[in-house]
């Protein structure tokens, strides 16, 4: 009986201080530390950022700003290095480093932009061969670019050195956003059909899709490549966690709503889902693999859906606006995005109290 209480108490304890640790992070405030107003007219979507050179990308319907991120907290226009224009309905940048290349895929104009990203010069126009290139994603294993078509439910395949289309690769339903382990996979939310898919990128097809259990519309995708774990957000306010290695889903977390992006750090242990619609940023501790805790739902702004992470100081960096009315729900856009008041545009950065 003793040695039993000796055991409980001992548990107790590591309890008591597993708890002291995660209250210690939820304690440590994260909040908008800057805001930094653009202006400016479109909408936006996805953000990108270059760690080496801490430029970050920012998309703009006709046009993509480059920011220095490591003169921020500076004016906003002092930051501003300078845009790629020309463009046609921008979603999303896909950064291939190791080729000194960029990639903008352009949902109007059904074509991927190639750049150098020292210059900020266009060097090529790809036609992709679908409808809605939206995702874009660069694995530097096959090293191909991946862009996942809204409109014709399939990803396109482009050789990133030369620019040449490979083919394309034909998905279950409408793709979202898709992350590689630069090992040979490359998944993709399915969100139409709750799913992630695996694509084997050299074969140029699906391995197999998995169900997302209680997860609806997923959208914003990270991953955790060390631990095998895949992080999908969905729109009933969940985040999805599935074992990449066999499809198993090993928790769902609660997160704000409307979310539209997930990231992972890698570093620090912790996993953001960008919330919209509510206009927070919830941030989440991996306990381990399997168990994750809720730290902290970010007050950000409503609109707020897409992110970037630095990975050195473990900022976060959001596009938002001042929105209008919300059209009504459609077959084709069943969560339509409200209109958005000319000249609100702003990028946020949310941080930690210790100085992130």
């Given at each position: 009986?003793?040695?039993?209480?000796?055991?409980?108490?001992?548990?107790?304890?590591?309890?008591?201080?597993?708890?002291?640790?995660?209250?210690?992070?939820?304690?440590?405030?994260?909040?908008?530390?800057?805001?930094?107003?653009?202006?400016?007219?479109?909408?936006?979507?996805?953000?990108?950022?270059?760690?080496?050179?801490?430029?970050?990308?920012?998309?703009?319907?006709?046009?993509?700003?480059?920011?220095?991120?490591?003169?921020?907290?500076?004016?906003?226009?002092?930051?501003?290095?300078?845009?790629?224009?020309?463009?046609?309905?921008?979603?999303?940048?896909a950064?291939?480093?190791?080729?000194?290349?960029?990639?903008?895929s352009?949902?109007?104009?059904?074509?991927?932009?190639?750049?150098?990203?020292?210059?900020?010069?266009?060097?090529?126009?790809?036609?992709?061969?679908?409808?809605?290139?939206?995702?874009?994603?660069?694995?530097?294993?096959?090293?191909?670019?991946?862009?996942?078509?809204?409109?014709?439910?399939?990803?396109?395949?482009?050789?990133?050195?030369?620019?040449?289309?490979?083919?394309?690769?034909?998905?279950?339903?409408?793709?979202?956003?898709?992350?590689?382990?630069?090992?040979?996979?490359?998944?993709?939310?399915?969100?139409?059909?709750?799913?992630?898919?695996?694509?084997?990128?050299v074969?140029?097809?699906?391995?197999?899709?998995?169900?997302?259990k209680?997860?609806?519309s997923?959208?914003?995708?990270?991953?955790?490549?060390?631990?095998?774990?895949?992080?999908?957000?969905?729109?009933?306010?969940?985040?999805?966690?599935?074992?990449?290695?066999?499809?198993?889903?090993?928790?769902?977390?609660?997160?704000?709503?409307?979310?539209?992006?997930?990231?992972?750090?890698?570093?620090?242990?912790?996993?953001f889902?960008?919330?919209?619609?509510?206009?927070?940023?919830t941030?989440?501790?991996?306990?381990?693999?399997?168990?994750?805790?809720?730290?902290?739902n970010?007050?950000?702004?409503?609109?707020?859906?897409?992110?970037?992470?630095?990975?050195?100081?473990?900022?976060?960096?959001?596009?938002?606006?001042?929105?209008?009315?919300?059209?009504?729900?459609?077959?084709?856009?069943?969560?339509?995005?409200?209109?958005?008041?000319?000249?609100?545009?702003?990028?946020?950065?949310?941080?930690?109290?210790?100085?992130?």
């Amino acid at each position: 009986m003793r040695k039993s209480l000796v055991v409980l108490a001992a548990a107790l304890v590591l309890t008591g201080a597993a708890t002291v640790a995660v209250a210690g992070q939820a304690g440590s405030g994260w909040r908008t530390v800057d805001r930094h107003a653009l202006g400016g007219e479109g909408g936006w979507d996805y953000l990108a950022i270059d760690q080496a050179t801490q430029h970050l990308y920012v998309s703009r319907s006709d046009r993509v700003i480059v920011l220095d991120a490591a003169r921020m907290p500076s004016m906003a226009k002092s930051s501003v290095i300078g845009e790629i224009d020309g463009l046609s309905g921008v979603h999303g940048i896909a950064l291939a480093d190791d080729l000194r290349k960029g990639f903008i895929s352009n949902g109007r104009a059904n074509t991927v932009t190639v750049f150098d990203p020292a210059t900020l010069q266009v060097e090529q126009t790809i036609d992709v061969g679908a409808k809605d290139p939206d995702a874009i994603l660069y694995d530097p294993y096959s090293k191909r670019v991946f862009t996942f078509n809204g409109d014709s439910n399939d990803a396109s395949v482009v050789d990133a050195k030369s620019g040449k289309l490979l083919g394309h690769v034909a998905l279950p339903g409408r793709p979202e956003f898709a992350v590689s382990d630069g090992q040979g996979h490359v998944f993709d939310n399915i969100e139409s059909r709750n799913e992630l898919a695996e694509i084997d990128p050299v074969a140029m097809k699906v391995i197999v899709t998995w169900p997302l259990k209680d997860c609806d519309s997923p959208s914003g995708l990270a991953i955790d490549v060390a631990h095998h774990r895949l992080f999908s957000v969905c729109q009933n306010k969940v985040m999805a966690v599935t074992d990449s290695t066999n499809g198993q889903q090993v928790a769902s977390v609660p997160i704000g709503e409307g979310p539209d992006a997930a990231r992972y750090d890698a570093r620090r242990g912790l996993v953001f889902s960008s919330n919209g619609r509510s206009g927070t940023l919830t941030v989440v501790h991996q306990d381990d693999p399997d168990h994750y805790t809720v730290l902290q739902n970010v007050p950000t702004q409503k609109s707020a859906r897409t992110m970037a992470l630095d990975e050195a100081s473990g900022r976060i960096y959001l596009s938002a606006a001042e929105l209008g009315p919300r059209p009504q729900p459609t077959k084709a856009h069943p969560h339509p995005r409200p209109t958005m008041k000319p000249g609100s545009f702003t990028i946020l950065v949310v941080g930690d109290a210790v100085g992130r």
